[in-house]
């Protein structure tokens, strides 16, 4: 039953909802978002009144009020969340506002819960990390202001999981993307963060462009604006698809699949470190979360979009890793290998979705849990690799893989925990990424079995994957950590314990999730049982098709094994006499002689010249060979905006006003008028 | 299957893994004597090997760290669960569940994660070359194994090895068992450096593979890698003696496989003496070649 509300609603067209007794737990979230939305302010009004500080006084006390704010946020919005999924209780409160359209809803689901975990514990690792940052480096003007963007950016993302309305979601969609755009140019005073800015505007812009259609429609065919299945079960096949393939362009911009991923690598490369794992953890996941919530409001989609994910989802996971080999800076490394777990969660929803086109229960319970999963592991390892990239730069002053190498004997606690995300990025037993990646391996084999075959390519797409990802990290940590310094450097040093003990924090999670996989169990039980029901299948608890807790057992006696034949043999061979490395009989062997990293990945890149054109400069006679391997995507785009200037330079000289040549003028109005009404004609045809 | 069968086959598969394996390089090295007109190593060959490596000391590259000796430790280890995972012998592996067979592919990369970290680690420009041929084969050696292992899981309904490498037999899927074989086939030559794709006699570092990588390993670590190189060969020929052999039921099957495991190694011996290894820059073309193999054999087995 709707009613009329007085003094409220009377401007609406249509009758809302009246406004429900507000849960108690929504109200605790929603402080724990009005605290993270303030976190910033007590950094930015200490700095006003700063007194110049001794170099061993205590920590500002603005930042650390700051960071308390936060993390009391958080942890309201985790106990929130955490009641909400135990309890049962939607947290839903929704009341009417002074704008015109829409309302304020807000609840938690199961799938708004797996977001907000990350979403309020990444924010809080990250200003404590940036306490250490800070200290070390910049200027407090970037550090105030990253902290307000930081705690904006944790809220925005927060309502954003929360919303159940579509202007409140868009709101909070463009309040994540404005947040996300001052923390890109926190350095605004280089060139290569305000370009990278720049795109990420436009980029982020046209996908919000391609959102307000989306909502637009939604609105206009369900006359409401909320976003509950409810009241949009009626919708057309047709309607369906078109507004998938919306959801897909708005949402895959902002998740950075392939080939809708430009914006990423520099705006990755550009932000400061703690903030770069901010948005390769929480923020691109906000893509991904769209994508959950259209399925779980629009009618179940067509086979089709399935396809299109797992084939954009292989696209993503193979050439991403291609163009990360490629790269020398660490931090685009780290940002193609983002797009690629994009990718991996793509095919997970792909195998899900295929799973719905042939009722095959198992798949969608494989597909849906393997992609919650590879969403939270992939959380927390990219943030440990980001954080683990920051305490390089801030040892070396550089990012360039090729004039690394040896930093292992100067950090050596940053190596040991990097060590760890690297594994885990790598998807290796026995850590997170591979526990997740497992999930959909097995989804795709089961695939084989029904009649979705096609859906198990994504098997042997998953194993590339991996192997790619092998020879990527083998490069990254090698690079960094092992051999001999490739350049001459003072003394670097692990960085202060506030950006540690984030690091230890994230590996030792990675390495719980990887060996108790059953203590997230029934999170991503919940949260593919609220996505199976949304697509009509009977949801499968995942113990029934993983034998988690044999995993369990074999993962830790692995570790056990692992680590201790490791410390058996070092134990004898660090007694042992040192030599200078065996180098083809050469006795003077330089840290210039040692393999460099463009070469590394030179070998792997080459098999995929046909697609990503690595460019390769040679120096007639004397200087360094040098090897780019240019992002095919962008290259395209800004050849075809070149040519689209050149043709519209051209056009332009038809309309411009010339003596004698008015007829032709009309002609050309003419025939644009008719072809006008012929498509005008064709499209109410074809729709009526 | 009973406890003492049980027993039986624990014993008959430690015997196997620890005196089997390192046979396998030794039946090679005899083939390849005998078919050059020499008289060549005894059988016994790396069993001694080993020995003498055992009781030897050590030196290290003064750049290397632990991670250096984590590439012989952590790829032994990862090679023994490996071996636990792949039924050698009757009756289903040690370790069976559902899902084993990825576990088993990813357990091979993580060894080869430390393998080539720990010739990375030390500085070495020739070993770091061969870090990077290794990663580049196996990325394509990956994806026919795996397609393999679909094509197989297709037709057992499957996704355990102990399961679906028995029923994935020549009576009922003749072509794609033979398809996928072969593939199998490239992928052990690839994994346990072999020729045509790697040379394991060549004393050019600038043109080895996986030897180049442990060039700087010595003593006992050496014996290690020496071992852990011999034991995936077996893992590996075992899988392929597991699609060619009728499902092995009773544990007398041992006294088919074992001959079969030697018959491929002296196969192995053959092929080495007639063929030369591929250029560098040829060897992708042989492994799109597996991949695509086994890549029919999972088309024809789901068409």
């Known amino acids: ?688 | 299957m009973s406890l003492t069968d049980r027993l039986l086959q624990l014993t008959l598969l430690a015997l196997t893994l620890a005196f089997v394996a390192p046979l396998l390089p030794g039946v090679i090295a005899k083939v390849k004597a005998a078919i050059a007109g020499r008289r060549g190593p005894t059988l016994v060959q790396l069993h001694r090997d080993l020995a003498k490596l055992w009781k030897k000391d050590m030196v290290r590259s003064e750049t290397t760290s632990w991670v250096f000796s984590a590439g012989p430790a952590v790829t032994l280890v990862t090679t023994l669960f490996a071996a636990l995972i792949v039924p050698i012998g009757p009756g289903p592996a040690p370790l069976a569940f559902e899902g084993d067979l990825i576990l088993f592919v990813y357990l091979l990369a993580l060894g080869r994660f430390f393998t080539t970290s720990a010739a990375l680690d030390t500085g070495s420009a020739f070993e770091g070359m061969g870090a990077a041929r290794d990663l580049t084969f196996a990325a394509l050696a990956e994806v026919a194994l795996l397609f393999g292992l679909l094509a197989a899981s297709a037709h057992a309904g499957s996704r355990s090895l102990s399961t679906l490498l028995p029923t994935f037999d020549a009576a009922t899927s003749t072509a794609p068992l033979l398809l996928v074989s072969a593939a199998f086939a490239i992928v052990l030559l690839t994994e346990s450096a072999r020729v045509p794709v790697d040379d394991p006699n060549t004393h050019l570092e600038l043109t080895m593979v996986h030897e180049v990588m442990v060039l700087d390993h010595s003593g006992p670590a050496l014996g290690l890698v020496l071992y852990g190189a011999a034991l995936k060969l077996l893992v590996l020929a075992a899988l392929i003696a597991h699609l060619l052999l009728p499902p092995l039921t009773s544990q007398l099957g041992w006294l088919a496989l074992l001959p079969t495991l030697l018959g491929l190694a002296a196969l192995i011996g053959l092929l080495e003496s007639v063929t030369a290894r591929l250029r560098l820059s040829h060897v992708p073309a042989f492994l799109v070649a597996a991949a695509l193999l086994s890549g029919f054999g999972f088309l024809l087995e789901v068409t």
């Open chain 1, 1 to 688: 039953m709707r009613r009329e509300i007085p003094g409220c609603s009377s401007e609406r067209v249509n009758g809302a909802p009246p406004d429900t007794e507000p849960s108690s737990l929504a109200l605790l979230a929603l402080s724990g978002l009005l605290l993270l939305a303030l976190s910033g302010l007590p950094p930015l009004i200490a700095r006003t009144r700063r007194a110049p500080r001794a170099p061993d006084a205590p920590p500002a006390r603005g930042p650390l009020l700051g960071t308390l704010t936060l993390a009391a946020g958080a942890a309201l919005l985790l106990t929130a969340t955490t009641l909400a999924l135990v309890t049962g209780d939607p947290a839903s409160l929704s009341f009417a506002w002074a704008l015109p359209f829409g309302r304020f809803a807000v609840a938690i689901d199961p799938v708004s819960a797996l977001f907000l975990y990350p979403i309020a514990l990444m924010p809080v690792l990250a200003v404590i990390y940036g306490h250490g940052y800070w200290d070390a480096h910049a200027d407090s003007a970037d550090r105030a202001k990253v902290r307000l963007f930081i705690g904006l950016l944790a809220a925005s993302l927060a309502l954003l999981v929360m919303a159940r309305d579509a202007i409140l979601f868009l709101i909070a969609w463009e309040g994540m993307a404005l947040a996300s755009f001052f923390l890109i140019t926190t350095d605004d005073r280089d060139p290569a963060a305000r370009a990278a800015g720049w795109t990420y505007l436009v980029a982020t812009h046209v996908g919000t462009l391609a959102l307000f259609a989306l909502f637009a429609i939604l609105a206009a065919e369900s006359g409401d604006t909320a976003l509950s299945a409810a009241t949009l079960a009626h919708l057309t096949p047709s309607t369906t698809t078109a507004l998938y393939t919306l959801g897909l362009l708005g949402f895959g911009l902002k998740a950075g699949l392939m080939p809708l991923h430009v914006w990423l690598p520099p705006a990755h490369a550009a932000a400061p470190s703690h903030v770069s794992a901010l948005l390769s953890g929480v923020v691109t996941k906000a893509g991904i979360y769209g994508l959950l919530r259209l399925l779980l409001v629009l009618p179940p989609p067509p086979a089709a979009i399935g396809q299109a994910l797992l084939l954009l989802g292989a696209v993503s996971a193979i050439l991403g890793l291609v163009l990360a080999l490629g790269q020398r800076d660490l931090k685009r490394v780290l940002a193609y290998s983002t797009v690629e777990n994009i990718g991996v969660m793509a095919l997970g929803l792909g195998l899900a979705l295929a799973g719905k086109a042939h009722g095959a229960p198992d798949l969608v319970a494989l597909g849906f849990g393997g992609m919650a999963f590879h969403i939270l592991a992939h959380a927390l390892t990219k943030t440990a690799l980001f954080f683990g990239a920051g305490a390089v730069h801030h040892a070396l002053g550089h990012r360039d893989l090729d004039r690394m190498g040896g930093l292992q004997r100067h950090l050596p606690r940053t190596a040991r925990l990097v060590l760890v995300a690297t594994l885990s990025a790598a998807a290796l037993p026995p850590l997170a990424a591979f526990a997740s990646e497992l999930l959909i391996y097995l989804g795709a084999f089961r695939a084989v079995a029904g009649s979705g075959a096609l859906a198990s390519l994504a098997a042997p797409v998953l194993a590339l994957t991996g192997a790619l990802a092998l020879a990527t990290f083998v490069r990254t940590f090698a690079f960094t950590f092992l051999g001999t310094p490739r350049e001459p450097h003072a003394a670097p040093h692990d960085p202060p314990r506030t950006m540690l003990a984030p690091m230890a924090f994230l590996a030792a999670l990675i390495l719980v999730l990887g060996l108790f996989p059953q203590l997230v169990v029934p999170l991503l039980d919940a949260v593919t049982a609220e996505l199976a029901q949304a697509l009509g299948v009977a949801p499968l608890p995942l113990a029934t098709l993983v034998p988690f807790d044999l995993m369990s057992i074999l993962s830790a006696s692995l570790l056990l094994l692992v680590s201790l034949a490791v410390l058996l043999l070092w134990r004898r061979l660090a007694r042992a006499p040192t030599v200078v490395t065996w180098d083809c009989g050469y006795a003077a062997p330089t840290a210039r002689m040692q393999y460099s990293a463009t070469s590394f990945g030179a070998s792997l890149v080459d098999l995929f010249a046909g697609l990503v054109r690595p460019r390769v400069r040679k120096p007639r006679s004397e200087g360094l060979v040098t090897r780019l391997v240019p992002d095919p995507v962008l290259a395209f785009v800004l050849r075809t905006s070149g040519r689209l200037d050149a043709a519209s330079a051209r056009l332009r000289t038809l309309t411009r006003p010339r003596p004698g040549r008015l007829q032709l003028q009309i002609l050309y109005i003419l025939l644009a008028v008719i072809a006008l009404f012929l498509a005008l004609g064709l499209g109410l045809g074809g729709s009526a």
